[in-house]
């Protein structure tokens, strides 16, 4: 018989006493940081949002702008991309700036220039509200993929920190230039696919999928064909995955595998399509108006002045203020050892050195010593100390850099103002953190709000910087080409014009004060009194320009252009042929050759000029206009007219090939098509003389004499100087119509200007 089982007693537990309740939120499986009280909208996903909505806000007045600067050659006045999405294939495969001119030593940057004809296929060339929407909503995911990155950089554990450091970044107006010119979408594509690229190697090392790094050895070739910024992650990539994300050695070598991968076959890429088009060419070296370090006094001030940009890059990152375009000769002061700029500069470098240093020593996974060392490598590309940039500074060039000092920023309100809570995103809302983060935010937002209202137009960005700049010869220079080049074609009215001039002439004569062998400003300067027919002083800015700069093809093309005016052709001649010299692929030239051609009357080689330029520039409307001229006055009507026809494709009003046109079918003894075409000449221009003028003759040959009386009269009563020319076609009319009153005092008038008319 089986024992009944004992019962024992079952030991009590001794009470516990409940713990203190601490703030700690709860992460589910998403990512999503629960606050205390159960809200669960505070989901990474809704700080995206959230980052993405300030950084639209912020940016949302550029939409507003037009073309700056650079804009006109990757965009406006790009051949390539200005053919839409057809000429994509074309992008891919030829260097950077094949569409607006060709260079010898030429970089490859297909990606940016991808992406705006895609958006030419849909907003075409006036839609720049649309340009500049892709620019924000590009900058927008920056912001965001810098958020996901430090987010898992902290492996999720301090998301608050994560999002102090991508707002800071979102609100810093160093950003502005980056984002407000539509030229610089290839710095925000180069920044959105590389982080794009840590994102997903960092999920590869914590998941070990191979298509993570599959996609983010993708992502970072698609950085490189942005912008070659990029490079700076060769150094960043291995220190990240081997010290700092580095749950896996093997997957840290894959990773670093799939980063030489991305470079190798980008370098690849770009040598073969650069030696395809004789575009990697040994630079002829930095020009001084670009970067005034080309041309220090001493070498000892040249590595002083190389400080001090170094100190001027970290003094924008605190206080940026105030911004500007360009950072040209004087506008930063050649500095030696004895400058306090430089020390200071040594100071704050050699501390922030000497502190990741010893704090990456002393921990392999310091954030501090990894914001650092991020923010010194990627400047150091832009630093000058490795080579010589195209520029002294830049903000563009601090655009990578500064998620760097963004990250130091975050750390800094962790360790003083969040300390240990920053897992959860509500810490943010403390009265102290709120006491800094808000007034930063809105002073930096505001800055930057106000600083894209500058990037409007050339005109309103030179003047505001010239402005916070006086001593900078570049500023004053872009200043008065903006007004001479931007702002004069848009003013009809003459006394505005010829003010307008002397403000040019203004400006121009400052920058001069400044630098007085500024080869550019003379150009330009010679351009604005050819302009005003002033020709002697024209002729003696070219030639000065010449005497500062012998190579100028642009001053060269320019005095050939004095010549011509003022009918001197075979100087005007051998000056066009040494611009092509100079510069076989500069356009101007060959038109300009074709027009003295056409003066000299040998039209041959007019014409074969015209299709030289019509070479770099298939449709443009005056090489094929200039065809139909040079046809016109070899009297071949035919092809004259078909030139003149295809002109009015491409430009349905344009008065010139109106005018021709019409010209053209009188010649042919075709009146009435010829009266139609002059019409609406007249339609688009009611003071255009020559149509009247044609437009008279051709009534008079078809024996319309009261309408051929009233068009002469009419251009009379417009201009009497050039209208009294076609009195002879009034008192010839007056004399068809049997009216011989009429036609001898029209006859004694036509005498004054003719003195061999007679009746017939």
């Known amino acids: 018989m089986a024992k009944k089982p004992t019962k024992k007693p079952i030991p009590q537990a001794a009470p516990v006493k409940p713990a203190a309740a601490v703030s700690r939120p709860a992460v589910n499986k998403t990512n999503t940081v629960i606050a205390e009280d159960g809200q669960g909208w505070l989901s990474v996903k809704m700080l995206c949002v959230l980052l993405g909505l300030i950084s639209f806000v912020l940016y949302a007045n550029t939409l507003l702008n037009g073309y700056v600067m650079d804009d006109v ?21 030829t260097p950077h700036m094949r569409g607006y001119l060709v260079i010898p030593n030429d970089l ?26 892709f620019n924000v909503l590009i900058f927008a995911g920056c912001v965001i993929m810098f958020f996901l990155f430090l987010d898992k950089f902290f492996d999720r554990k301090k998301t608050a920190i994560a999002f102090v450091g991508a707002l800071i970044f979102a609100v810093h107006p160093i950003h502005t230039e980056v984002v407000a010119n539509i030229k610089s979408c290839d710095e925000l594509l180069c920044f959105f696919f590389g982080f794009m690229s840590l994102n997903l190697f960092v999920n590869y090392m914590k998941g070990g999928k191979m298509m993570h ?19 700076a992650f060769v150094a960043i990539i291995p220190l990240l995955f081997f010290f700092y994300i580095n749950d896996d050695k093997k997957r840290a070598v894959f990773i670093t595998g799939g980063m030489a991968v991305a470079t190798v076959i980008f370098l690849g890429i770009r040598s073969h399509v650069l030696s395809e088009y004789n575009a990697n060419q040994p630079s002829a070296g930095v020009e001084f108006i670009d970067n005034a370090l080309a041309n220090v006094p001493a070498q ?22 105030p911004l500007l375009c360009t950072y040209s000769f004087n506008a930063i002061h050649f500095a030696d050892l004895a400058d306090w700029r430089v020390w200071v500069s040594v100071l704050a470098y050699g501390g922030m050195i000497w502190f990741a240093v010893t704090r990456f020593i002393k921990n392999k996974k310091d954030p501090w010593a990894f914001s650092i060392i991020f923010y010194l490598v990627t400047l150091f590309l832009f630093s000058n100390l490795p080579f010589l940039m195209g520029a002294e500074l830049a903000e563009r060039f601090e655009f990578f850099a500064s998620a760097g000092f963004c990250l130091a920023a975050a750390l800094a309100v962790e360790q003083w103002l969040i300390k240990s809570d920053a897992t959860n995103i509500l810490s943010l809302k403390s009265t102290k953190v709120l006491a800094v983060l808000v007034p930063v935010s809105l002073i930096f937002g505001g800055l930057t709000v106000a600083r894209n209202a500058d990037w409007k137009d050339n005109i ?3 003047k505001a910087d010239v402005a916070n700049s006086p001593e900078d010869c570049r500023l004053y220079h872009n200043v008065g080409s903006a007004l001479a080049e931007d702002v004069y074609p848009t003013i009809k009215d003459t006394v505005k014009q010829k003010e307008l001039d002397n403000e040019s002439l203004e400006y121009l004569r400052k920058g001069l004060q400044i630098y007085p062998t500024y080869a550019d400003i003379h150009v330009e300067m010679g351009r604005v009194f050819d302009r005003k027919r002033m020709y002697d002083s024209a002729e003696y800015h070219d030639e000065i320009a010449l005497k500062y700069n012998p190579i100028n093809f642009t001053a060269t093309n320019n005095l050939g252009s004095v010549y011509l005016t003022n009918g001197k052709y075979p100087q005007a001649v051998a000056m066009f042929k040494k611009a092509l010299e100079l510069n076989p692929n500069f356009k101007f030239p060959y038109i300009n050759l074709a027009r003295t051609y056409v003066q000299l009357k040998q039209y041959d080689s007019a ?10 520039e298939p449709n443009s409307v005056e090489g ?4 139909g001229i040079a046809f016109f006055q070899m009297q071949r009507f035919d092809s004259a007219e078909y030139y003149f026809n295809k002109v009015l494709q491409m430009s349905p009003d344009n008065p010139n090939a109106l005018t021709y046109l019409g010209a053209t079918l009188l010649n042919e003894k075709r009146y009435p098509q010829s009266i139609a075409i002059f019409k609406k000449s007249i339609g688009i221009n009611p003071n255009d003389l020559n149509a009247y003028s044609n437009m008279g003759k051709a009534y008079y040959f078809s024996q319309q004499y ?12 417009i201009d009497q100087r050039q209208g009294v020319r076609d009195l002879p076609y009034i008192a010839l009319s007056y004399e068809k119509k049997g009216d011989m009153a009429n036609a001898k005092k029209y006859e004694a008038m036509a005498k004054q200007v003719y003195s061999n008319f007679k009746l017939e």
């Open 73 to 93: 050659m990757v965009l406006r006045d790009n051949t390539m991309v200005t053919q839409g999405m057809k000429a994509i294939p074309e992008l891919l495969s």
């Open 108 to 133: 490859y940057r297909p990606l940016s220039l991808v992406m705006l004809a895609i958006e030419y296929q849909f907003f075409g060339p006036n839609g720049l509200a649309g340009y500049h929407f």
């Open 213 to 231: 790094l599959v996609l983010g050895t993708f992502t970072l070739f698609l950085s490189y064909i942005s912008k070659e910024t990029v490079i």
């Open 300 to 321: 000892f001030s040249l590595m002083a002045t190389k400080i001090v940009v170094l100190g001027l890059y970290l003094k924008l990152m605190f206080i940026p203020h």
């Open 460 to 462: 309103t960005l030179y």
């Open 607 to 616: 014409l074969i000029n015209y299709h030289k330029m019509l070479a770099f």
């Open 624 to 627: 094929v206009q200039g065809l």
């Open 706 to 717: 009261d309408l051929a009386i009233e068009t002469v009269s009419k251009e009379i009563s």
